[in-house]
């Protein structure tokens, strides 16, 4: 993938590029800093980043595994409380 520059700011080789949808609706390419302030999110049907690649001089994206976002969450435990103790 060819990306020149951001095209919310015009920031041009970016190291990370967000593909993604911003909150008004249409998608763009967008620089980390545009992304966190015009972006809708990362994910299926938000948006996928990209890492500039220096020797091919192209964006690659970059798996899901290797960005790190995914996080475990943890469950709130809900059910320390009994729900009708006196039955
Ligand atoms: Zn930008």
Avoid: F
């Avoid at 080789?13 to 911003?22: K, N």
């Avoid at 980390?32 to 996928?48: F, P, T």
């Amino acid at each position: 993938m060819k990306v020149k520059a951001c095209q919310l700011c015009g920031a041009e080789r970016c190291e990370v590029i967000v593909d993604g949808a911003t909150r008004s609706g249409p998608w763009a390419y967008m620089c980390v800093d545009c992304h966190k302030e015009a972006g809708y999110g990362l994910g299926i049907g938000r948006g996928q980043m990209y890492k500039l690649d220096p020797t091919t001089n192209e964006y690659v994206r970059v798996p899901d595994e290797i960005r790190g976002t995914r996080q475990t969450v943890t469950q709130p435990s809900t059910n320390n409380a009994p729900l009708n103790p006196r039955g």
